[in-house]
């Protein structure tokens, strides 16, 4: 059997000076030349469409009146420019007491702007009269007289001037307001002239009817409210002239008349 031969051959090196060529050939140039086109004029479409008239804004749709400043803003405007959070900044700076705000684009040319106002429940008595919701914020910058409607909530800490968008955090109040609700629930508070509800101490809070004192304390309110509505039916007969004061804190109902 014949031996294959074993054959060894030596690697040569490049010639001196001798570089590596890189084609390029016609189609890649074409092709690079195509990808810059089309990225230049998709930019100047873009360019064309973002200041297009057709995307200013043109009509502004909204549940509340909109100050001169906040329609400035945002009239002739690019939709694509117009800063949302800047015009509900604006909104939220002249009205505090809202509960919530909305400032949508609706392309081609709308703004959509929606109010949360919030709804009084009573008015607190402080250095004015001030309408507040059940969260305890306030909702205007008060009146020096009490206002119709709204039963007057007094609570001694807060006899000063309060700001409209303030929010008052205290116990005292949420008492007093579920006292405002079951006045109303019952219809005394229609039916009687409700003067003003004094929440300064929770265990005698009472409130002025007519010219009856009705201390009520802060346990079991709505029941004491349903047997206060009996004793105006049944025993004084829709007729209050005549008793100074009545006290529902106990098992008892203790009532003093005026002499």
Known sequence: ????????????????????????????????????????????????????????IKRILSNIELSEEVKNSISGVSLFDFNTKKVLSLIVRDHPEYKE?????EFPSTVRIEVKKRIALAQIKGERFY???SEGVILDEGTTRPMEGLVPVEIADYNRRLQRGQKIKDERLQYAFELVEALKEEG?????????????????????????KIIIGKDDIKKRVYILK??????FKGDLSSVDY???????VYVGYRR
């Open 246 to 252: 009545v006290d529902l804190r106990y098992n008892k």
């Open 131 to 133: 309408s507040i919701d």
């Open 101 to 105: 705000v909305y400032v949508v684009k």
């Open 1 to 56: 059997m014949a031996r294959n031969r074993l054959k060894r051959f030596k690697k040569r090196d490049a010639a001196p000076g001798s570089e590596k060529r890189v084609v390029i050939s016609s189609r890649s140039v074409w092709i690079f030349s195509s990808v810059l086109v089309g990225i230049a004029l998709l930019a100047y479409l873009v360019t064309g469409i973002y200041h297009s008239e057709l995307f200013r």
């Open 188 to 212: 005394l508070s229609g039916e009687f002239n409700v003067k003003i509800v004094n929440a300064t101490a929770l265990p005698v809070l009472y409130f002025i009817m007519d010219r009856a």
């Open 230 to 235: 009996n004793l105006t039916q049944k025993q």
